[in-house]
């Protein structure tokens, strides 16, 4: 015979899974995801970038760090380049070509700046599945999302991988029009650190060769 107490934990266990199983649905789930990633001011991560032509299968694979802020400041950089936005324009630095491109942030479509992909990714999109599965080592879910509005996002769909506790997204893997892919591995996430001006500020080094679009 079983001990009471092994009896009372595995009726506890089932009865939460039950309670999870009802209360995260998908529409929920991204509903709460939704409001989490709202609150947030500043994101930083490491970052690993694949995307893949659905017509060939050739990948292109880029990495770096990444700072995003909720005022559309960012500094996204990689050996080769260096993006960086003071809320109110975009320097893009390319170290191999020596070349610096200034453009105001209102000449880019709000759907590709930083701030949309990587805080406000679940708004224009309704969850359509949700995956109870392992997520960087720990619980967490898969949710698949099906865009509002593709033609003017210019994505159909979206997956993302979400931890549990914290409803922390680890990776997040949109599919264009065309089926072509692009997925995000976040790592080293922190929240909400104090920005310095100095992060999400940049002045053209000597002798590259500028681009001023404003």
């Known amino acids: 015979m079983r001990p009471v107490k ?4 595995t009726l506890a266990t089932i009865f939460l899974l039950i309670g999870n199983s009802e ?4 529409g929920s789930a991204l509903k709460k995801l939704r409001k989490r990633y709202h609150k947030v001011t500043s994101l930083r991560a490491d970052f690993r970038e694949i995307f893949e032509w659905s017509m060939t299968g050739e990948t292109t694979i ?10 559309n400041r960012f500094r996204i950089e990689t050996p080769e380049q260096l993006f960086i936005a003071d809320g109110k324009d975009i320097y893009r630095y390319n170290r191999l070509k ?6 105001p942030v209102g000449s880019n479509d709000e759907q590709f700046l930083p701030r949309k992909l990587l805080l406000d990714f679940a708004d224009g999109f309704d969850a359509t599945a949700i995956t109870e599965m392992v997520v960087d080592g720990r619980e967490g879910l898969r949710l698949d999302l ?6 003017v996002s210019l994505i159909s769909s ?12 680890h990776r997040l893997k949109l599919i264009d029009l065309n089926s072509n892919s692009t997925t995000y591995y976040l790592s080293e996430i922190i929240f909400d650190k104090p920005v310095e001006a100095s992060e999400t500020t940049f002045t053209p080094p000597e002798g590259v060769e ?5």
């Open 158 to 169: 979206a997956i993302i991988w979400v931890t549990s506790d914290d409803l922390v997204v």
């Open 98 to 103: 020596e070349q610096v491109i200034i453009e």
């Open 146 to 151: 099906i865009a509002n509005d593709p033609e």
């Open 210 to 214: 500028l681009f001023d679009l404003r």
């Open 62 to 71: 880029r990495m770096g760090k990444l700072l995003v802020t909720s005022d």
């Open 23 to 26: 209360a995260m649905n998908p």
């Open 6 to 9: 092994l009896i009372s934990i």
